[in-house]
């Protein structure tokens, strides 16, 4: 069983960055497929980014191009989002989430595709 735990959750000032960090345990990291999703207030939980088990290139949705960065560290079992020029629009649940599909997976933002969840880690952004 994968076990994801997300951590480095706060409150920011519009402008400020964070990091948030997902640790993973269970399997064999290095063969997990990543992504962060988040979820606002009221709507429904979205896709932020992901990236291969590879670490090969790395997928964002629109909103965020040009401000996260995801990328992981197999030797610590986590995969990071670092989050910058944040908007109080980014106030949401942020979640970690997993698939072991290796190099069978091809990129989905479809939450169905992650079959292992974090908590989350709540990230507020004051105006």
């Known amino acids: 069983q994968v076990q994801l735990v997300e951590s480095g959750g706060g409150l920011v000032q519009a402008g400020g960055s964070l990091r948030l960090s997902c640790a993973a345990s269970?399997?064999?990291?290095?063969?997990?497929?990543m992504g962060w999703f988040r979820q606002a207030p009221g709507k429904e939980r979205e896709f932020v980014a992901a990236?291969?088990?590879?670490?090969?290139?790395?997928y964002y949705a629109d909103f965020v191009k040009g401000r996260f960065t995801i990328s992981r560290d197999n030797a610590k079992a986590t995969v990071y989002l670092q989050m910058n020029s944040l908007k109080h629009e980014d106030t949401a649940v942020y979640y970690c989430?997993?698939?072991?599909?290796?190099?069978?997976?091809?990129?989905?933002?479809?939450?169905?595709?992650?079959?292992?969840w974090g908590q989350g880690t709540q990230v507020i952004v004051s105006s």
């Open positions: 989430a997993a698939n072991d599909y290796g190099s069978s997976w091809r990129f989905s933002p479809q939450e169905y595709e992650y079959e292992y």
């Open positions: 269970g399997r064999t990291f290095s063969s997990y497929n």
């Open positions: 990236v291969s088990w590879s670490a090969g290139r790395p």
